[in-house]
């Protein structure tokens, strides 16, 4: 595997490429982002990874400093699934200057649900994503369905600058126990380990009680909501959002829309001490 660190460098290697596979990280690598590594195979060759924590999407009181940096064993993991190169720009090399241009979602995609706990994020999620898609100019690249709406947001950003990649979402890899992983659950204590996986009990537990709804109407389903943070808030939880909505547009549905059998996904982040889950399931 060819680890390169310049752009020119990497251009350099990637000329006459036209069925290049890419998978974004930022590190810390997991089974979760080795899943995409796999799916980016099928899809394409090379595969080129990239590894970069973007301080732009991160908020002043985030974790950007303590988030964990593993270089040595995450280029071991990605050796063995046969990446061809891992592009792992310093923040020089990705902003030699302050990016000063950078691309603003719409806000009824971008200000929403993360968006709404974490200003900023989207912003700076699809300055960094259109920059290493300008880097590596693949055929496709993967991205996780464990960031659902960046997934969506991701998409369209390249759907309406026409930018020549395909984006292919991954299924979410999870422990034995239910637990998306993530590299933040290295945060967790065991303690809290042991509690993390009922954030993905509730998220079955709401989509069984939608599922038998007798009536889907917005106020069944606003109260399921509010009755699955009340119960994540009881166990010791800080909930930032528990949100049923259409999978089309992330908008909470309206009863027309509920009427007409519109494909929901229900969408949480929640704090467990000080470290912030998130986690979705499709209905
Ligand atoms: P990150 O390193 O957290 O920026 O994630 C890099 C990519 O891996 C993103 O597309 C994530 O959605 C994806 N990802 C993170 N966790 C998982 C998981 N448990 N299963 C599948 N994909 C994941």
């Known amino acids: ?169 991954g299924e979410t890899i999870r422990a034995q126990d239910g637990l998306a992983l993530s590299s933040r659950n290295g945060y967790l204590s065991p303690d809290e380990r042991a509690e993390a996986p009922q954030l993905q009990k509730l998220l079955q537990e709401v989509r069984e009680q939608v599922l038998n709804l007798n009536v889907r109407d917005t106020s069944a389903i606003e109260q399921i909501e509010k009755d699955a943070i009340a119960k994540l808030t009881g166990r010791g939880w800080q909930p930032d959002y528990i949100a049923i909505r259409q999978r089309s547009d992330l908008a909470p549905s309206n009863n027309q829309s509920l009427e007409a059998g519109e494909p929901l996904v229900i969408l949480t982040a929640a704090k467990l001490g000080k470290t912030r889950l998130i986690d979705n399931l499709e209905i």
């Open 1 to 169: 595997m060819k680890i390169i660190s310049d752009i020119q460098e990497l251009r350099d290697h990637l000329r006459g490429q036209n069925r290049a596979s890419f998978v974004p990280t930022m590190g810390n690598l997991h089974e979760g982002h080795l899943s995409l590594m796999r799916l980016a195979r099928q899809h394409g060759d090379p595969v080129v990874a990239s590894i970069f924590v973007n301080r732009l999407q991160f908020g002043p009181n985030e974790d950007f400093d303590s988030y964990p940096r593993t270089m040595q064993a995450d280029i071991d993991k990605l050796e063995k699934e046969g990446v061809y190169i891992l592009f792992a720009p310093t923040e020089r090399d990705l902003y030699p200057q302050p990016q000063e241009y950078r691309v603003d979602p719409p806000q009824q995609l971008g200000d929403i649900l993360e968006g709404e706990f974490r200003p900023g994020f989207f912003k700076g999620v699809c300055t960094v994503v259109l920059k290493l898609l300008s880097c590596v100019q693949p055929k496709v690249a993967v991205f996780g369905k464990k960031d659902y709406q960046q997934l969506m947001i991701i998409r369209q950003m390249t759907k309406q600058f026409a930018l020549p990649v395909d984006i292919i979402p």
